[in-house]
């Protein structure tokens, strides 16, 4: 998808919105209310996931949903409102994969302009190697660097993430990704 | 505030929505639309802007808008769909100081929970000390750090990256800092 679809009706009152630069200085256009000048602003999503590690091995996500069912992917999801960034990464942890862990520090940083989203991902240490994957997920397993299915990744993101993840590991030393995916 | 105002109408087809749980295995309730079954999302935005240095000095706007009218804040607002984070830093960053900058790290990532946001700072080299305030701004200078109207700065977020800013300056090296602001 590219972006939201268009805003039809008001939040506020449901009159038909137009979509018009407002009277407040504002440069963009945005959905604004005829009727009760509410207007209506959108701006991007944030997706919040963990590298799950245990030992030389890490955590995918067989996806039992679209997009990108059957894929491969990191747990991760939207951020809601209520948590912080690293909360909604371990959320989404527990959500997708049933998997217990210990989150470490904020690894990636990503723009997905074409989509609007940023996705960031922590990485987390496993507590456990069992699992019990939610509704979303066909199947939770670790893999070894070598096995990683790299043809089989359900976003750009998640391989980029592993990609820094597995040169940092060999580096010996890990630190902050900021990336933009076209 | 506290995060927005409720949504009392479907974007889609302008009928008054219910708040419940959707019918998709969704464990959150959200607005609903009795008529299109339309889910509607609230999620977490992101405040981007930048630390603009000009040797041993920092740009500050005092601002001309509410929030926080006449308090002084780094520039920084609302990431808009089409851009980086990066990109809504500087874009934020000429709207309100005119000022010419060349991107440097991300530098603070901090979760404001209550309010539902993330700001995202980057650290900026100024290219010139003249600046070009737009309606946003009253006023825009800059500030040595023993200067710094600590007591009338606009927001927690602007005074937590200050302080990590002049703390890694003394010790001479600059990092990624993560806080979460109750």
Redesign the interface.
Known sequence: MN?R?P??????????VVYRLPDD?DT?ERAVCPACHTV???????VVGTVPVWGEQVLLCKRNIEPRKGKWTLPAG?????????EGAARETDEEAGAQIQML??FT?M?V?RV?Q?H?YYRATLLSDRFNPG?ETQEARLYHEADIPWDELAFRTVRETLLCFFADRRRGRFE?H?L?IG
């Open positions: 972006f679809s805003i039809k009706h008001c939040r506020e009152c449901g009159t038909a200085g963009r209506h602003y959108e701006n991007p999503l944030n939207f951020m809601e409102l209520g948590e912080t960034t690293a520090d904020l940083v723009n302009v609007g940023v960031l509704y902050l900021t933009d």
